[in-house]
């Protein structure tokens, strides 16, 4: 039987994100998984061990949308707490260079929208957040 004392630390999960603009249209993917299955956000995904976050970001957008970006500075942090969960999500704002959106990897759609189509997403409110951020940068 194991004691909660000896039960291992549990730890928040770090993910990257990729907030990419082309012009004034953002990036974005349609999760195609749980827990967020269905709702629109940020490319992004996990930090993989000994993976630098700005890598993991770059990594989660080409297979996510197939899209390359330069980096323009970092968006900011983020906490989800909830459900059971503590993410920290490091988004990053990013300029398009190459390739047109496709799903891959956990998106069902990839698509850029207009800054007036981001209020009917219903995006998480940190989403939102963090894309005013990264396009202030721009």
């Known amino acids: 039987m194991t004691s909660a004392s000896n039960a291992p630390p549990r730890a928040p999960m770090i993910g990257a994100g990729a907030i990419v603009f082309r012009g004034q ?29 700005l890598d993991a970001a770059m990594r989660e957008l080409m297979e996510e949308t197939g899209v390359e970006a330069d980096l323009v500075g970092l968006a900011g942090v983020f906490d989800f707490i909830g459900e059971g969960r503590h993410l920290v999500l490091i988004d990053y704002a990013m300029r398009w260079r190459s390739g047109e959106p496709r799903a891959g990897d956990d998106a069902s759609d990839a698509r ?27």
């Open 25 to 53: 249209d953002v990036l974005l993917i349609r999760r195609a998984k749980p827990p967020l299955d269905g709702q629109w956000s940020v490319p992004g995904g996990g930090v993989e061990f000994g993976e630098p976050a």
């Open 112 to 138: 850029f929208f207009p800054p007036e189509a981001l209020d009917g997403l219903g995006l998480w409110e940190e989403t939102q957040r963090a894309i005013a951020l990264a396009r202030a940068m721009l």
